[in-house]
């Protein structure tokens, strides 16, 4: 078998929630190839099928129509084999679990168990991370010991992300994981993940809203837009890694946010178009 050009190969796929005359199509059509290595954000209105396209690749869900493949493989056979990992907006700890105890689940659960990584992907497992290092690295060396209850929302959204790379997925899936918290908190936890990010090198695919985190953490912008949703652009960010805060105030970062805001006007347009139909 060969190993495959893309991560993450989606193909006309469509979703479609409900039956006729009141069913919703969330997903119409839509193709997109990420190769490995990549960090890809995914922006658009609310209700263009952003988080449905996530769970697909996920295998949280399945398609109506078209193709999905992650490495070569079905997302079920991918996540079956370790190779995907999950950060949703919420950090969903288990709250009876310390921080380390917490991050180090997935690891003891799968302790013993064979990573059976699919002939196509291409990819080795590479050693075990080192939890509590990581831990420290996204300055959370002092709550260790912690309980969730006793962590500030940004305390608790690092220790998600270091759970999920616990495991060194190949991909890693995040649904606006930084929503929630405030924009000096946010803009700490892009500089750590793109930190991790740099090390470890998996592919990213991040749901957000935010432009400006776009552009920040970016490779490549996927535009969507809604009724039904669709990808209406793909913009490749070509500004230096790494990319620190102060990039934020360049000419250069500038216009990628304006040409990204641009692309978003256009798809509110045909969303407000469609609902006047």
């Not at 302790?111 to 991370?129: C, I, K, L, M």
């Not at 300055?139 to 006793?150: E, F, R």
Request: aromatic letters at 4%.
């Amino acid at each position: 078998m060969d190993t495959p050009t893309s991560a993450i190969s989606v193909r006309g796929a469509r979703k479609v929630y409900g039956a006729s005359p009141n069913a919703l199509v969330a997903l119409d059509g839509v193709d997109l190839e990420i190769p490995a290595g990549r960090f890809v954000s995914v922006i658009g209105p609310s209700g263009c099928g952003k988080s449905t396209l996530l769970r697909l690749i996920g295998s949280l869900e399945q398609p109506d129509g078209g193709d999905v493949e992650v490495f070569g493989v079905s997302p079920e056979a991918a996540c079956a084999a370790k190779l995907v990992g999950f950060v949703p907006q919420t950090p969903a700890l288990l709250p009876w679990l310390n921080v380390l105890q917490n991050v180090t689940l997935p690891h003891r659960i799968n302790r013993g168990a064979e990573r059976r990584r699919p002939v196509a992907s291409g990819a080795s497992a590479g050693p075990a991370p080192d939890l509590e290092q990581l831990l420290r690295d996204v300055g959370l060396g002092g709550a260790l010991h912690k309980l969730p209850a006793q962590l500030s929302g940004g305390m608790q959204q690092r220790t998600a992300i270091v759970r999920a790379l616990g495991l060194r997925p190949e991909v890693l899936l995040m649904d606006e994981p930084f929503s929630a918290l405030d924009e000096f908190t946010r803009e700490v936890l892009q500089e750590q993940l793109l930190d991790l990010w740099d090390e470890i090198k998996t592919t990213v695919v991040f749901v957000t809203h935010s432009v400006t985190e776009a552009v920040r953490l970016s490779d490549t912008v996927v535009v969507m837009a809604p009724r039904p949703g669709r990808i209406v652009d793909v913009i490749d960010i070509g500004l230096p890694r790494p990319r620190s805060a102060r990039q934020i105030k360049t000419p250069e970062f500038h216009a990628y946010e304006d040409l990204i805001r641009d692309r978003l006007q256009s798809a509110w347009q045909s969303r407000d178009l469609s609902t006047a139909a």
